[in-house]
């Protein structure tokens, strides 16, 4: 790829005013976009102190809700990637499932064989990215529109999730593997450390990449990325590859947090994650994506499941009260949104 | 309703010895406790009777602050749940896991911070991860249900049976399944046709309108859930089927009154007792307050209860139907 | 036919072939084209002039034929080995990505990267000068492409193919959403690539740039070449025309007939505003009379049209339909009041392009068509059938899907819309943008006979010679603002540009 | 409104040529397009006759299949107008569960008062529509994603009906109502019977009346319908409505076969609704419909379902299969229809 410009103009400096206004516009941007989103979380925080308080602004309070919400976490950042791309994956939280009974009937066969536990962990993401392979090749060269193609993908992997599993739930007994997956950090649980990993490193391809830009045009406009000399079909594929691969992360941490694999995981993980992201402000007809806002999508309903909980509410009220916050969301984040662009 | 099977080793949660193991002296108001429960979502009658159960339990009691985080069949959640209580430090934990071996971890956490659990019905994988476990017997009610059959069978080799299992990928339905299995093969029969249902209604009528298709000759028809059992029972109206008996499962108040009345193909049902949280709810307090069951000998909390599953028939409805749950 | 030395062609095609489902749209086209030159491409709408582009820049494949690249033989399997090539193409679709900024689409596909990691920083300093170049230091690299003008989006596309290292640059209808003063622009920056030996395949509608910056034209009528190399200073214009239709097209723009003095007053705006927008707009355009609007791209017209439409909600003011006050902000009132629009982007606000051109038709008219609700098929096909013969819609068949037709055809169909439904007044927002020169000129009749059988007519357009040509009276626009209302045979274009300069200016 | 053409011409009559055209291009595309779905639902059928015989193949087995697929079908009727428009309805299930509920309470309060058994139905009916009202206002004027929307209905309408019927069932035993559910017509389930005459009148209403002609042209390009004059924010929210009220009938439907309500009535129906609709050749981008292709889709998983239940197949394997024969379902029907529309 030739990356000379015919342009004959010597090239002129960086102009050093623009340096802070390109800082001053992405913190604008991004905090205008985020602004409803902040918001919320911080009307939410304000409730759970209010009406449960000590309990609820406690440490370990703030380290369960975080430590809940990273496996879905892991697996927004993924679907984040995947809806910028104009796509949807219904099939991750059955991809999870999947994932999670390989993985810990691979473990069942370490147990006698003397091989390393990360073996459990490659195989778990071996999974989910094959899983992400098929569901890429069938939308991008089957031609298959990706709300169907990934609702077989869906029915299809939990049924072959049972059949593998057997249905019975496999106890993982590896004890470095689970001894990994216990540990803290500095204080903080291996598991939160992972969705800070896969979260960083989502932000940076997504917004520093050639990946992530491409993945941004591919979504905002397909037939132009593909005049522009983009493999849209490829990169279509690598994007599912992506999902995949978080919702074998996503496996795993299950099982370290279960000791268990079995078919049942993940079951309706995808609405929850798929929410999160589009309430997080990624469009949802692609072209534009915002990890941060995923981030904070999920930190919310989590937070949301915690304060519920935490004041004694049925799920059929949670239910409830979810259904209006989405929609509650959804308009502010709007709101900001078009603000902040307007005054861009 | 139940019959007790006490468990051999003691637990370790207590360090003092019952103080008080009459009637009255449980009874008599305690210290208040904070109790902690947590159960799967509640979308299923037999379900939403075991949380009902546990809550009015913990209402009859005024030493106790009963704190309900039911309703998630979502172990990641559940497990949060838990870990919230700990963070509370509740005093007792009464835990109906979605999955048994998944909820075991955390389980043992919280027995570890000093806090005692009581599993309710979803086994532990672990004996460390309950102080008390309260269960149904889902394995015995297979047996009952295909001892039953046998013995009304039990001139037919050739006999026709058909399962209607619940939800497929629970290990309860995987037991209930191997026990029928195991009692129809003592007396040389076996399942014809198996289909799985959801333990909903609707989900009980669209399979069961497909395995009467499938079958047309059916003797002897078990179906695990009186919940998915009214489905069940609309669809073998509809298709004007009566030449089989059927069997139940779980005992609801609904399928014992069509028992007692005896005029539809319903000839029995096998009682999985809805109570297991409300008794788990007891136990945590008795443990808690230091205090023993009053009609055992014994001064200790058993570590391990199992609950009967009895074959409710025409004959012995009248003694069920008082304590079934209504769908 | 001039025969042309391989060596010293830049681009040789010869005999390509290309069918689309039934569509031989390409059937034997040949072109050379030489290194430095403008290479005008000619045609009517649909002889396929975009496909020939499009298996040039290798987003389509031909069926057959042959590519010769600086003498070689080639197949060009994508838009990459196209690229690779040298050559650059700048869509008639506009082919940007509103989510990315601007030096992100210049970028895009090759991306200023090291493994993967962008330097935004210098893309975007690429980017300035490119734009520099092309005459708008003014817009900044890090502006979002979806909150610019069809305009600057043009520009956008531009500047991505000047971002490449390439031999020959396609440019399919530049000009069509750019008004006079970006087209100088356009051209300067034309005569800077000729003058490095860079190519440039030029596609456009209209005659006058083509004398301007062509030196060599290519015909191309029913996916056939039917002359090649002409020179632009040797071949006069009817034979041009002659060459793209097969016929004589004469007297451009239809007379007008004086209006008789008693015409009633049929649409009115009183100090109509939109607020950021426009602002106090009045008018009256009587039954019969054609009133234009002249101005920059962006300067508020088509934003006038759609206030008077009801499409965009009125701040201020009031429009008056034979003396009923409209509410504003309502398409319905307006549409049952008895104004029509045929909107600026034909193809995203106009026509569903998958329902056949029945269909979209009687869009406007289920009062006519509907008994209790139920719709009378029959019925509208001849109703659709009918205007297909007045209009001389090619090919007339009322059930053929809207997407087959070529850009003229489908300009008609909206006209159609509102022939069946009657309309007393009728907004017309670039009527031939993309339109052929046969086609235009029937286009300009039709306008013509409109305003003749009682119709209010408002043009639109950002060809002021059209304006003035159409129009009996001409307000002039700039920056939301009414400058001027003359009779149009008061004002020429140079007038108008003076005007709306200073306009601005001040 | 004035009515007169300006246009001079004057009118042609029909030639009477074409009128035979035009039936036999109808013919000839819809044939076309459902050419795959009738391929695949034929070797189905023999599957089934050859892997279950006479079992398969009687009468009353094949009033199993429709019987079971009527339900689902109503749905599917609904929401072909709502995909058609450039919509979709993740709530239906839901608001099945919440129809069947209140209606189930209403027969319940009935017993005491001296009312018609329709007023079950009516109650059943508008609370489907009112619950499509909500969507639609929602989605067209709040400007919500319609995804988003209808997730949250889905998450709120349930628990909703959790809160309604505390979670239990409630048994209908209003013996009109039940013996007008469980008759037969002309050897015909009357369940069987609305489902015809939902998918008949459907049909008419998306293919012969101005309504489903505004629902096309709203689906195929919304903007260009506003700027015609079509109140496109006013229709989307009788489109919504409609599926609401086809989730109403399906809800009066659970009832009558069942003989309770539940919120558990209709769980993940969305899916198998949604499925079937798209296989059947309805656009997920809208602007194209076709009732007939629904209705064969839902045929389709109908007679699966039972093929595999006569085979004595566990619903793993069923899944599996299911997600398979979905993404080849949707390739056959792509196939076809894109040569239906060549062949044009
Ligand atoms: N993707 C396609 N599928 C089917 N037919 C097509 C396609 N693209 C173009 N055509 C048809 O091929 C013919 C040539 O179209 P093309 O766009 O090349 O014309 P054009 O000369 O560029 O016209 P215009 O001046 O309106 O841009 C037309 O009949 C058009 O309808
Ligand atoms: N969607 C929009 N949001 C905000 N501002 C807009 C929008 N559309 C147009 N504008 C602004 O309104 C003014 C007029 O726009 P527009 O380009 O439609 O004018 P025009 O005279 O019709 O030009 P054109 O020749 O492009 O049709 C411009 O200042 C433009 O930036
Ligand atoms: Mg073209
Ligand atoms: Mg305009």
């Known amino acids: 790829m030739s990356e000379q410009i015919t342009q004959p103009a010597p090239p002129t400096p960086v102009t050093p005013d623009t340096r802070p206004g390109i800082v001053k516009r992405m913190l604008a941007g991004s905090a205008g976009r985020n602004l409803g989103l902040v918001i919320a979380f911080a009307l939410l925080i304000v409730v759970g102190i209010l009406t449960a308080g000590d309990r609820f602004a406690s440490f370990d309070n703030f380290v369960t809700i975080i430590r809940f919400a990273s496996i879905v976490g892991v697996v927004c950042v993924g679907m984040t990637f995947v809806i910028t791309a104009g796509g949807i994956d219904l099939s991750v939280g059955s991809v999870v499932g999947l994932s999670s009974v390989v993985a810990s009937l691979t473990a069942v066969q370490l147990a006698s064989a003397q091989s390393s536990w990360l073996l459990i962990v490659v195989v778990a993401l071996l999974v989910g990215t ?74 940076i391809l997504l917004n520093r990449t050639t990946f992530g830009r491409r993945t941004v045009a591919v979504g905002g406009n397909a037939e132009a990325s593909r005049l522009a000399g983009i493999k849209v079909k490829r990169h279509m594929v690598y994007v599912y590859m992506l999902s995949g691969l978080t919702a074998g992360i996503a496996g795993v941490m299950f099982l370290g947090r279960t000791t268990v694999g079995t078919s049942t995981h993940g079951t309706l993980l995808e609405l929850d994650v ?71 | 309703v139940v019959g007790l099977i006490t468990g051999c080793t003691a637990g370790t949660a207590t360090n003092t010895q019952p103080t008080n193991a009459s009637v009255e002296g449980n009874e008599a108001q305690g210290d208040t406790i904070v109790i902690g429960y947590s159960g799967p979502a509640a979308d299923h009658g037999w379900l939403g009777a075991i949380n009902n159960a546990a809550i009015a339990e913990a209402d009859k009691y005024d030493d106790i602050d009963l704190r309900v985080a039911e309703g998630t069949n979502d172990a990641n959640l559940q497990i949060s749940q838990v870990e919230g ?14 999955d048994g071996a998944a909820l075991t971890q955390v389980a043992i956490r919280a027995m570890e911070a000093g806090i005692p659990v009581i599993n309710v019905d979803r086994e532990f994988s672990s004996t460390f991860a309950a102080r008390a476990t309260i269960l149904g017997d889902n394995y015995g009610m297979g047996v009952s249900a295909g001892t039953y059959i046998c013995e009304e069978l039990s001139d037919n080799p050739d006999a026709v049976v058909a399962e209607i299992a619940g939800i497929d990928s629970l290990p309860l339905t995987q037991e209930r399944s191997a026990g029928f299995e195991q009692a ?108 023993a069951m009053s009609d055992l000998v014994e001064v200790e909390i058993p570590n391990r209860i199992v609950l009967n599953a009895p074959v409710v028939t025409s004959e012995n409805v009248d003694k069920y139907l008082p304590t079934a749950f209504e769908s | 036919m001039i025969t042309v030395d391989h060596s010293a062609a830049l681009l040789e095609v010869r005999g390509l072939r290309k069918s689309f489902a039934g569509v031989k749209a390409l059937q034997g086209v040949d072109l050379v084209v030489r290194p430095g030159e403008v290479h005008c491409v000619l045609g009517q709408n ?61 970028f895009l596909g090759h991306e200023q990267a090291t493994g993967g990691v962008l330097h935004v920083a210098s893309a975007n300093a690429r980017t300035q000068q490119i734009l520099a170049r092309l005459g708008h230091s ?94 632009v200073a040797d071949t006069p214009t009817p034979h ?181 439904h009657g309309t007393t007044v009728l907004l017309l927002d670039e009527p031939t943008r993309g339109v052929d020169v046969g086609a235009r000129a029937e286009i300009y009749a039709l306008i013509r006979r409109l305003a003749e059988a009682g119709t209010a007519i408002i043009v639109v357009s950002s060809e002021i010679d059209e304006v003035l040509g159409l129009a009996d009276r001409v307000l002039v626009i700039s920056d939301g603002d009414v400058l001027t209302t003359t009779n149009s045979t008061d004002i020429d274009e140079p007038g108008v540009l003076d005007l709306v300069m200073r306009g601005s200016a001040a």
């Open chain 3, 240 to 420: 041009l025309i002659r060459l793209m239709t097969g016929r004589e097209v004469a007297n451009v723009f239809p007379q007008s007939t004086p209006l008789p003095t008693d015409a009633p007053i049929v649409l009115r705006c009183d100090a109509l505003g939109v607020r950021g927008v426009f602002r106090n707009v009045s008018l009256e355009v009587r039954a019969g009379e054609i009133v234009g609007l002249a101005g920059l791209v962006g300067s508020g017209r088509s934003e006038i049209l759609e206030a008077i439409y009801g499409a965009r909600r009125s701040t201020s003011g009031t429009v008056t339909v034979n003396g009923t006050v409209l509410r504003p902000g309502s398409v319905d009132a307006a549409v049952s009041a008895g104004i029509g629009l045929s909107p600026e982007e034909r193809k995203s606000q106009g026509l569903i392009l998958d329902e056949p051109i029945f269909k979209n038709v009687t869009l406007s008219s289920f009062a006519r068509f509907a008994r209790g609700g139920f719709l009378r098929e029959g019925a509208e096909r001849d109703a659709a059938r009918q205007q297909i013969e007045a209009l001389e819609l090619r090919p007339p068949d009322p059930n053929l899907t809207t997407r087959s037709l070529s850009g003229g055809n489908q300009q008609k169909i909206l006209l159609a819309r509102w022939l069946v």
């Open chain 1, 274 to 344: 798929i929410a999160a992201v589009v309430v997080g402000g990624t469009l949802l007809i692609g072209g534009r994506g915002t990890i941060v806002g995923s981030v904070l999508g999920i930190l919310i309903f989590s937070t949301l499941t915690n304060v519920f909980t935490q004041n004694n509410l049925s799920t059929s009220v949670q239910n409830v009260a979810k259904g209006v916050i989405i929609v509650a969301a959804v308009l502010l984040q709007q709101r900001f949104a078009s603000r902040g662009s307007r005054s861009k």
């Open chain 2, 85 to 98: 209580f700990i963070n509370d430090g509740v005093d007792a934990i009464v835990l109906l896991p979605t």
């Open chain 1, 130 to 203: 094959l899983a992400g392979f098929v569901n890429g090749v069938v939308i991008a060269y089957g031609g298959v529109v990706a709300f169907m193609a990934t609702l077989a993908m869906l029915v299809g992997a939990r049924g072959l999730a049972e059949l593998i599993s057997n249905r019975s739930t496999q106890i993982v007994n590896n004890q470095e593997f689970m001894g990994f997956f216990r540990a803290d950090l500095l204080g903080v649980p291996i598991l939160i450390w992972i969705f800070i990993i896969v979260a960083v490193a989502g932000w």
């Open chain 3, 46 to 106: 649909g002889a396929g002039k975009s496909t020939l582009i499009k298996t040039l820049s290798g987003a389509y494949q031909p069926d057959s034929g042959e590519i010769f690249w600086q003498g070689e033989p080639v197949t060009i399997g994508g838009p990459v080995a196209a690229l690779e090539l040298g050559i650059a193409t700048m869509y008639q679709e506009l082919d940007v990505v509103d989510g990315l900024t601007i030096a992100e689409n210049v």
């Open chain 2, 184 to 291: 129809l093969g003592d007396c040389g029969l076996s399942v014809t046709n198996r289909v799985s249902a959801d333990f909903t209604v609707a989900g009980g009528e669209a399979t069961t309108s497909q395995l009467l298709a499938a079958a047309p000759q059916i003797d002897a028809l078990w179906n695990h859930d009186d919940d998915q059992g009214i489905g069940v029972l609309a669809a073998i109206d509809a298709a004007g089927r009566d030449e089989f008996i059927m069997v139940g499962g779980a005992g609801s108040a609904n399928a014992m009154r069509l028992i007692q009345a005896g005029d539809s193909v319903m000839k029995a049902t096998v009682v999985y007792p809805s109570t297991q949280a409300a008794d788990g709810i007891r136990l945590a307090r008795l443990l808690v307050q230091n205090k």
């Open chain 3, 138 to 231: 003014e817009i900044s690299p890090r502006t979002e492409v979806g909150q610019l003008s069809a305009a600057n989006k043009q520009i956008v596309s531009m500047a991505r193919a000047l971002s490449r290292d390439t031999k020959l640059i396609i440019m399919d209808e530049p000009s069509a959403v750019l008004d006079s003063q970006e087209v100088e622009n356009l051209f300067r920056v034309v005569a800077e690539l000729t003058e490095q030996g860079i190519a440039v395949v030029y596609i456009s509608h209209r005659l006058a740039e083509i004398r301007r910056i062509g030196d060599r034209i290519t015909v191309i009528k029913d996916g056939k070449t039917t002359a090649s190399g002409l020179s």
